[in-house]
């Protein structure tokens, strides 16, 4: 794993995605990318405030940022990719930026037609966070819909509901 993500972090700035002529090649290349994107937001451990965790923040947003031109390198050539929007909303969500993470979330969802139960999970709750309420529960029933042993949907549904009747 770090050979495959080496040789595509040395490669590339050598080879621009979208310089690869082959779609077949293009699609293998994201998906690849998509792999390190995934696994460096794996890495990323939130801090607890101490002072090696500085250095850690450091690290986590230098991690951010890659993981953010992995995901803007994979949009420009192919904006109906769905993995990479998911992937953008999750690292907007961790970076506190509720708004961006929403509009990813929501794009990603729209994409893969509301049948992934997580990424609904994730557009339902920043929904909840935001305050839209009726768009979360809207939300949160596709996704039951699809699933209906989703408990967390089914918690986020009802906080929603709670925070309108109150």
Known sequence: LQFL???VTENQRQIPISNLDNEQCV????????????LKLLKIVPSHGSNNDKKEDIEAKEEMQEIQKLCVDILK???SCSKAWELSGILSDKQKNLEAACKHFRIAWDLQNHKNVLCGYYLARTLLQQQQYMQC???????MACDAQFIKVQNIIDSALNKLRS
Do not use: C, M
């Open 5 to 7: 993500q080496q040789f």
């Open 137 to 143: 529960i809207d939300v949160g029933h596709k996704v």
């Open 27 to 38: 699609d293998e290349y994201q998906e690849i990318l998509l792999v390190i994107a995934q």
């Open 77 to 79: 050539t192919d904006s």
